[in-house]
């Protein structure tokens, strides 16, 4: 019983420092990728290549002046970047990395939890990681950081929907809720194969979810001068940040589960498909953001209800039939 | 005329090829401390006061570059040549010579007045120092050290 506490303990303290340091290069990776992209050479100044270049801007923002502007609602202001972070790290207790390993002769589950209901305590922690956003920009008395957390609200609400009804077809052609059953069932046959349609609504519903371009209009520079961390600084400011990296990781974790067979690969080497996978899903993020411009407001609500909700729904009957015939 | 949307997605996929075949090529961007640019020969950055092919020096103290400077940044001290140990081919040469690196323009008047061709804009750019008086350039600092050190042609008439 102990020590599978402490076991449950060590595996979340080696997620936590790996996410965090996954999300601080994660930046400096972005960085370089879209210089490259646009021609030019990114960071390389700070250490080799500029390898650390995270670490300086980490102690950057430790040493910055920890302000409040006035008429902000103290509580709250402080806890949305917390709300944030949590919930985007919150995804990684289900996200199996690989099978189970022997260590020290103790049979140990590269997980931290394996939940029967898992698939929808993961929608769950995703759809409350807007409170962070919402609350921040109410909390911080600014119009524009408001308005950011309207926007970010209204897009959650209805790109939420087709990325459940997507996943929902994955669950059928599984039979289960279970992570760990639903990498199983893809030791044959991946669910990007079986079902292409449900993945690209999940590809571009995660980049919804994650307030990235093309989508991210809740942070629109342009428009709203950085949407709801307009009044944020300092370590709260990189709590965003990095919440928001977590989020791409979780989101990307999400999608190598449940489409991309997950810890399988050839050899089944546990740890090192799942982060080749996730790598590649990460290097998408930023080539999508490279080279498409931020949609209208409008065109990403009538895309997201007139087009995406429809064709999950016929793609979820679709599957249900093929499953109900086979 | 608004594209069908099987156009428009195609349209967006070729965008992301075509980013992806940019981040494949050489970055554009020179790396300047460690790599220094080969600037032109006619660019014009500071100055020299060069010399004859006989170590001689070229300026005759006329002072009509400091008469062409707009930025009054040039300083000339004329003064006569000892006939035994000439500075200069002619009766008169500088015996001081100041330039202000702070007021100079670059413009290159200076050397368009200059008779004798002494005075010439060199394409060295990297002038910088810590203290205003540093930056006013006296006449050992200006001369040539050796003749033809400031890549002019030592034989040239002007």
Redesign the interface.
């Known amino acids: 019983m102990f020590s599978d506490f402490v076991e449950v303990l060590i595996k979340g303290i080696v997620v936590v420092a790996v996410l965090m340091g996954a999300a601080a290069y994660m930046t400096f990776c972005e960085r370089v990728v879209l210089a490259r992209m646009q021609l030019r050479l990114g960071p390389n100044r700070v250490g080799p290549l500029g390898l650390l270049q995270p670490i300086a801007d980490g102690l950057k923002l430790l040493c910055k002046e920890s302000f409040q502007p006035a008429g902000v609602e103290t509580f709250t202001y402080w806890l949305a970047p917390g709300i944030s972070l949590f919930t985007a790290l919150a995804a990684f207790v289900l996200i199996p990395v690989g099978g189970t390993v022997d260590i020290f002769g103790r049979p140990v589950s590269l997980s931290i939890a394996s939940v029967n209901a898992g698939i929808v305590f993961l929608l769950a922690f995703s759809s409350l990681a807007v409170y962070g956003i919402v609350l921040a920009g109410w909390a911080s008395n600014n119009r524009y950081s408001l308005l950011g957390g309207m926007r970010s609200t209204a897009q959650m609400i209805s790109y939420e929907i087709p990325m459940g009804i997507s996943v929902m077809s994955v669950i059928l052609s599984a039979g289960s809720l279970n992570l760990q059953d639903i990498v199983a069932a893809q030791s044959k046959a991946w669910f990007i194969w079986t079902n292409p349609v449900s993945f690209l609504i999940y590809l571009i519903t995660a980049f919804a979810e994650t307030n990235r371009a093309p989508f991210d209009l809740p942070e629109a520079e342009q428009e709203l001068i950085g949407g709801y961390h307009t009044e944020y600084g300092g370590m709260k400011f990189a709590m965003f940040f990095l919440g928001e990296y977590v989020n791409i990781l979780a989101v990307s974790a999400i999608a190598v589960t449940l489409f991309l067979g997950g810890w399988h690969g050839p050899g089944d080497i546990p740890v090192l498909w799942f982060f080749l996978k996730l790598a590649l899903f990460v290097f998408l993020f930023m080539w999508v953001r490279a080279t498409l411009p931020r949609l209208r407001y409008n065109q990403l609500m009538s895309f997201g209800w007139k087009v995406l909700i429809p064709v999950a729904t016929i793609n979820l009957i679709v599957t249900a039939y093929f499953i109900l015939v086979y | 005329m608004k594209k069908s949307a099987l156009a428009q997605v195609f349209s967006?996929l070729r965008?992301?090829l075509?980013?992806?075949k940019?981040?494949l090529?050489?970055?554009?961007?020179r790396?300047y401390p460690e790599e220094k640019p080969k600037l032109p020969i006619r660019s014009r950055g500071r100055h020299y006061l060069t010399k004859w092919e006989d170590g001689r020096e070229r300026c005759v103290g006329c002072e009509l570059c400091a008469i062409a400077c707009p930025s009054q940044a040039i300083y000339v001290k004329p003064a006569q040549n000892d006939p035994d140990n000439p500075h200069s081919r002619t009766e008169r040469y500088a015996s001081d010579f100041q330039i202000n690196m702070l007021r100079c323009i670059y413009c290159g008047l200076c050397e368009e007045a200059c008779p004798t061709g002494a005075i010439i804009l060199s394409s060295e750019f990297e002038l910088s120092g810590y203290t205003r008086e540093s930056l006013i350039y006296t006449k050992e600092q200006l001369n040539e050290k050796f003749p033809g050190e400031s890549g002019r042609d030592p034989k040239r008439e002007i």
Do not use: D, E, Q, S
């Open positions: 967006m965008g992301l075509i980013v992806f940019y981040a090529k050489k970055p554009v961007t790396r």
